[in-house]
Nanobody, 114 residues
Framework: QVQLVESGGGLVQPGGSLRLSCAASGFTSSSYAMSWYRQAPGKEREVVATITSTKSPNYADSMKVRFTSPRDNAKNTVYLQMNSLKPEDTAVYYC????????WGRGTQVTVSS
């Protein structure tokens, strides 16, 4: 059974950092394209990063300097390292995997506020 579980969200001050984790089970995450999305209150969901098995990760323009998305294949986990966080980064962050269909995790809340 394919499952994605995000963790690591929380409350952080502007300028701070957080590392989100997406633990995959039921498949080998390194063999499939995975992505991070986020959805802020009242806004549409947007892609944050896409990680494929063959290319370097792609990031949304507004995040490529501040965010990175490494993966630990031994742990079957993808991370989203977020630095220099801004209040506008406040959102629920989701992990997805593209197999025969797109699978979504339940998301983890990130709140950037002083």
């Amino acid at each position: 059974q394919v499952q994605l579980v995000e963790s690591g969200g929380g409350l952080v001050q502007p300028g701070g950092s957080l590392r989100l984790s997406c633990a995959a089970s039921g498949f080998t995450s390194s063999s499939y394209a995975m992505s991070w999305y986020r959805q802020a209150p009242g806004k549409e969901r947007e892609v944050v990063a896409t990680i494929t098995s063959t290319k370097s990760p792609n990031y949304a323009d507004s995040m490529k300097v501040r965010f990175t998305s490494p993966r630990d294949n031994a742990k079957n986990t993808v991370y989203l390292q977020m630095n220099s966080l801004k209040p506008e980064d406040t959102a629920v962050y989701y992990c997805t995997a593209v197999l025969t269909r797109v699978y979504w995790g339940r998301g983890t809340q990130v709140t950037v506020s002083s």
